[in-house]
């Protein structure tokens, strides 16, 4: 079967004169067949596929009458909604899989190579249309903006420059003689590229980490779902001119094809091929990555929320967004795509002999493979009174936003200095009558970031009029008329309080996989491997909920509860579900926001022995360097060693910063290309290893 798609005129790299004759695939657009004669679906049953009925589905995602196809019918999806057991006929729709499009696979006598992937065991077979070559690739030609950016002498080797098309900008970037041109912010949260690390082949953003193939625009590291848009570069006469559409150059990001399910007829309402237990980052990049790999049978994604998935970082550092504001996608890309949410719906247990997910209200799924990514559950208070009214645990946006609403102009309580406790007191200081902390340990941050750098923080905090107590936690919560009045301390304080945060940690939401057969160890986190794979075959595990090999740390079991790990383990995990044999090796990466200003953290300092810190603490200009001794290869099979060569050894295992950008992008990069960075190396000031002339 041939299938019509739409070419795209684009180029890799340009370092000869005029464009190239080069067509490809349109990754922003793709073209369908038209179903005609649809009928509407029957009525979803009570299980909540939220802001995804059936009357929301556009007409090509509709049930439509037989329609001949060379194609077998294989099982399928139901197509965003979750619909009644009724066998189905539809006209298929196929989108060509982003990876198998880009590889131009073409047989000796130029026809273009079947792309083969497997569904249930059963190889399906696709062709790529034969593309005839385009005079004017773009489909739109008053969309199409073209202009000079600079002269080819103006960018050495290695450097980036923002350029103006009239109507937009662009990254221009010169890496090993050929120059590229990508959208020039971070789809993530705008951050501009120019100020970010480019490496080998890559741009990495300045603030969050992702990661961008300077050649295609493909996202590769994390946070953010989407990608570059890339445009087109010729050189002529010395200039270098750049292409491209200008939504393109407006939207600055680029959602990758994506497959969709090309069959409903043989699934019921009860069995999906792969089910998604958990909306957070991990499930649904999960769920993208398996559509943009080419799996067109059913996806399903189950959540205890009432909400699609949403950003939930922002939950600690923009507590008055409203769902919707924070949503990751909108619904009408989950209908588009054929991927199924079921929003507060909650797995009970898993019956792993029968593949079969048992929900709370008696509900059975049965499933093929199995993700579960349901991350972890806030620590409630175990004090008296912890039952009276406005305690809260920030775990969805209604929370957040009502802490908001009650908290202004009043006094709050946070129990907790962790990352949320911290964030959330930051947010509510300029809104609240008062804000104090109360904390076990003597600094916050001390586990995390060192006592120098606690120590920062929390006078940044007190000039913002945030209130410490530390080395003390709550004994008491004080009621009048059914409401907290007051937060008594073991210390003897007691606090007025209006509304309290509890944010003192979370445990792996993990409780449903006891009894199950799945390897969980002693503080209920999921064991896996480097595919995300458990002890169980076709189950994989992803997020907060699990520990696994950080190769960054010599393989040791970690777990990493960062947005931006939660993202990377739902790509593995969907591309070790098709078979690809993919281990996971990327650099932990996190940030936090307090009072306008952030700390980037990258690697995994647990355990840290030193920190080594640049900058000044006092100014909060600075990046810490934390230090672990006991390197594998110096002391990699030696019993002992002298105090210098244990000096020799300490190796850097993690980068803090604030005002010191994009130096913790930089680390990362030093990192996840597997060279070691000594402590000496931090020590001096010189910075000579972050360009490849160090260690």
């Not at 649809?38 to 049930?63: F, I, Q, Y």
């Not at 990327?586 to 307090?594: D, E, G, Q, R, S």
């Not at 840290?608 to 006991?630: N, P, S």
Request: charge should be positive; charged fraction near 25%.
């Amino acid at each position: 079967m041939r299938l019509p798609l739409s070419p795209l005129w684009i180029q890799p790299a340009a370092k000869l004169s005029g464009y190239p004759r080069d067509t490809r695939v349109d990754r922003q657009t793709q073209d369908t067949r038209t179903a005609t004669g649809c009928e509407r679906r029957p009525e979803p049953r009570k299980a909540r596929a939220r802001g995804l009925s059936c009357e929301d589905v556009p007409a090509p995602l509709l049930t439509c009458p037989p329609s001949p196809s060379p194609l077998p019918v294989p099982v399928g999806a139901m197509g965003g909604c979750f619909s009644k057991p009724k066998p189905v006929e539809v006209k298929i729709e196929v989108v060509i899989p982003e990876k198998e499009r880009s590889k131009e696979e073409m047989s000796p006598n130029g026809k273009a190579s079947p792309l083969i992937y497997k569904v249930n065991g059963t190889a399906r077979h696709y062709h790529l249309e034969e593309h005839p070559i385009a005079s004017n690739p773009y489909h739109n030609p008053k969309d199409v903006v073209e202009a000079s950016v600079c002269h080819v002498k103006d960018l050495e080797n290695g450097q980036m420059r923002e350029v103006d098309l009239g109507c937009g900008k662009a990254l221009l970037i010169k890496e090993s003689g050929e120059f590229h041109a990508v959208g020039h912010k971070c789809p993530h949260y705008g951050a501009p590229l120019v100020k970010g690390v480019l490496s080998k082949g890559r741009v990495r953003c300045p603030w969050h980490g992702a990661c961008f193939n300077i050649s295609t625009g493909d996202i590769e590291d994390f946070p953010g779902l989407d990608s570059l848009p890339r445009f087109q570069v010729k050189i002529e006469k010395e200039k270098v001119y750049i292409r491209a559409s200008k939504q393109a150059l407006q939207t600055q990001r680029r959602t990758k094809m994506m497959a969709k399910c090309i069959s409903l007829s043989n699934y019921n309402l009860s069995s999906t091929n792969v089910l998604i237990i958990g909306a957070g980052a991990a499930g649904l990049v999960c769920a993208e990555t398996l559509r943009q790999e080419g799996f067109s049978d059913r996806i399903v994604m189950c959540t205890m929320d009432r909400h699609l998935p949403y950003d939930r970082p922002k939950l600690s550092k923009s507590m008055d967004s409203h769902p919707e504001q924070i949503a990751l996608r909108p619904k009408e890309f989950f209908c588009t795509y054929d991927i199924e949410v079921l929003t507060e719906m909650q797995v009970a247990a898993v019956d792993i002999k029968n593949k079969t997910a048992v929900f709370k209200d008696g509900f059975k799924m049965e499933y093929n493979k199995l993700l579960i990514a349901t991350g972890n559950t806030p620590k409630a208070l175990s004090c008296k009174g912890k039952e009276v009214e406005n305690v809260f645990n920030i775990r969805t946006p209604e929370d957040a936003n009502r802490v908001v609403k009650l908290a202004t102009s009043k006094n709050v309580v946070i129990v907790g200095a962790s990352f949320l406790g911290m964030e959330v007191a930051a947010y509510l200081a300029e809104r609240a009558h008062s804000v104090s902390l109360v904390e076990l340990e003597e600094v916050p941050f001390k586990k995390f970031f060192g006592e120098r750098v606690g120590r920062a923080v929390m006078k940044m905090f007190e000039s913002n009029r945030v209130k410490f107590y530390m080395q003390t936690e709550v004994s008491e919560l004080r009621e009048q008329e059914g409401k907290l009045k007051e937060v008594v301390l073991k210390s003897g304080k007691v606090l007025r309080a209006d509304v309290c945060v509890v944010g003192i940690g979370a445990v792996p939401a993990t409780g449903f996989l006891k009894q199950s057969g799945i390897n969980i160890d002693s503080k209920g986190f999921i064991v896996v491997n480097k595919m995300m794979q458990t002890n169980i075959p076709g189950v994989f595990a992803a997020g907060d909920a699990v520990t696994f090999p950080l190769a960054l740390r010599n393989n040791k079991k970690v777990n990493v509860p960062h947005w931006q790990m939660a993202h990377m383990h739902g790509r593995i995990a969907a591309l070790n579900m098709l078979a690809h044999g993919m281990e996971i090796s990327t650099v932990p990466y996190l940030w936090t926001a307090m009072f306008g200003k952030s700390i980037r953290y990258a690697g995994h300092g647990e355990g840290f022995d030193d920190v080594v810190i640049q900058g000044d603490l006092d100014e909060l200009k600075f990046v810490a360097f934390y230090t672990k001794r006991g390197s594998r290869r110096w002391l990699l099979g030696t019993r002992t060693a002298s105090h210098a060569e244990s000096r020799r050894s300490d190796e850097v295992v993690a980068v803090a910063s604030m005002n010191y950008d994009p130096i913790v992008s930089k680390v990362a990069e030093v990192l996840a290309a597997g060279r070691t960075i000594r402590k000496r190396d931090v020590e001096t000031g010189d910075m000579s290893w972050l360009t490849g002339k160090g260690s």
